[in-house]
C-alpha cells in the first residue's frame, strides 16, 4: 500500500479515496439500514428536514429527498459531493458558507430539495440551518478519532431538536483483527475506529436515550465479516 495522504490530511485523503475508487462503504442502492428504520427516524411522518453528517456520495440523501425530507448534508470531500450532484438533469448554485470554514461551500438542487455543504463537520451548528429533528449519520462518526467524534456528539446534540432523532450505523470490532499478517487492505486502517455500545453511551447520555435497533455484518472493513451497529438515538 503506497497511499500519498493519511487520514489525517483530511479533505485531501478522503478526496484520493473516492477519485481512486476505494470506497468499500460506498452503496448504488440505499442502505437497508434505512430502509429498515426509517420509521423510527420519523415516527409520526412529521419530519420535514434531514441532517445528512458526512454524506459522501450516498445514495440515501436521494432516498430521503423522495420521502419528501428536505436533505442538508455535510462533507469534507468536494468529490464525493461533485460525484453525487453529476446526474442528468439536476442543476446546483454554488455559493461560500463562511459560518461552516473560510473555503467552505453550499450547493443547493434548483428545487431546493437537497443542499449540500462541503466543509468540515466539526464546524457545523444551528447557525447554518436551524435545529433538526432527524439526523442521519451512517458509517460516519467513527472515522472521527476520540476527540473529534466527543466533539462531533456535542454538534450533534445541539443541533437536534428535543424529542428529535438520530439514526446512526458504526462498526465494533477488535482490534486484534487489525493484527492479522494476512489481511488484503487498501487503506490505512483506522479509519474506521471501533465504537461500542460504552462508547455510545458515553457520548449521548444523559441528554439521550440510546437503543441498538439491529446489527448487521458488513465485510468493508478489511474484507472481514465485521459487526455493524445501528443505534436510535433520542434527545429528552
Ligand atoms: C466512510 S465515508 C461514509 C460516507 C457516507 N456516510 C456513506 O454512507 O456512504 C466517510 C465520509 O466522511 C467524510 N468526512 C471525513 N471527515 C470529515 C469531516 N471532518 N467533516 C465532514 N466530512 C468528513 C469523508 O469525506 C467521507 O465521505
Redesign the pocket.
Known amino acids: 500500500m503506497d497511499l500519498p495522504y493519511t487520514p489525517d490530511d483530511?479533505a485531501l485523503y478522503?478526496d484520493h479515496a473516492y477519485q481512486t475508487g476505494r470506497t468499500r462503504?460506498?452503496r448504488e442502492q440505499v442502505h437497508a439500514i434505512l430502509v429498515n428504520h426509517y420509521d423510527k427516524l420519523n415516527p409520526d411522518g412529521k419530519v420535514r428536514k434531514v441532517l445528512v453528517t458526512?454524506?459522501?456520495m450516498?445514495e440515501d440523501m436521494n432516498w430521503l429527498a423522495d420521502r419528501g425530507l428536505q436533505v442538508v448534508g455535510?462533507?469534507?470531500?468536494l468529490q464525493?459531493l461533485t460525484s453525487f450532484m453529476s446526474r442528468d438533469g439536476w442543476k446546483w448554485t454554488e455559493c461560500p458558507a463562511p459560518k461552516l470554514g473560510p473555503d467552505a461551500k453550499l450547493f443547493t438542487r434548483d428545487d431546493g430539495k437537497i443542499k449540500l455543504y462541503c466543509g468540515?463537520?466539526?464546524n457545523f451548528s444551528s447557525d447554518l440551518e436551524g435545529n433538526f429533528s432527524a439526523i442521519y449519520d451512517?458509517?460516519?462518526i467513527h472515522?472521527?478519532a476520540k476527540s473529534s467524534r466527543e466533539r462531533m456528539a456535542h454538534i450533534l446534540k445541539e443541533v437536534l431538536t428535543p424529542h428529535g432523532r438520530i439514526l446512526l450505523d458504526a462498526v465494533e470490532y477488535d482490534l486484534k483483527m487489525l493484527e492479522l499478517d494476512d489481511l488484503n487492505i487498501d487503506a490505512p486502517v483506522p479509519p474506521p475506529y471501533s465504537i461500542t455500545l460504552e462508547d455510545m453511551r458515553n457520548l449521548f447520555e444523559p441528554e439521550c436515550s440510546i437503543d441498538l435497533v439491529e446489527t448487521h455484518i458488513e465485510t468493508i472493513l478489511c474484507k472481514r465479516e465485521t459487526n455493524f451497529k445501528c443505534y436510535l438515538i433520542v434527545k429528552e
Open positions: 483530511g478522503w462503504w460506498h458526512m454524506c459522501g450516498s455535510v462533507d469534507l470531500s464525493a468540515d463537520v466539526l451512517c458509517s460516519s472515522n472521527l
